[in-house]
């Protein structure tokens, strides 16, 4: 009896912690997808004269940019891969954004399009 009052206190205790780790675990891994995303297309525009593609299909990067599209995580939506051109910063949804009309004069507009906070405190689409 004592023994299972002593377990469950330290799944009480531990529990929300592990799962704290995973979740900032997974945010980990979407900031850094994010930035090989981005390294992804700024290769792409030196092979391209400088010019950004158009619309960001998975095929356009992988695999000579990146392995595969990796994941991106939030708390309120859960993970997915998914690349879809934006109609700007007001969506808000999981996946990868991509803003192509900038293409031309600089670098192009790859960002999370989901307005909720991470961890730290920081809205998704401003990271
Ligand atoms: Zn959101």
Redesign the pocket.
Known sequence: MILMSLLSILLAVFLPKYGNMLRDSKEGATLQGLGNLRTALTLYSIDHDGVYPNTLLPSVLVPRYLKKIPECY?R??GSSRAMAPSGGFQE???GWGYLSESHRYGPARLYIP???KDSRGIP?SQR
Do not use: L
Request: net charge negative.
């Open positions: 939030t309120e939506h808000d949804r999981v989901c307005v909720h998704w």
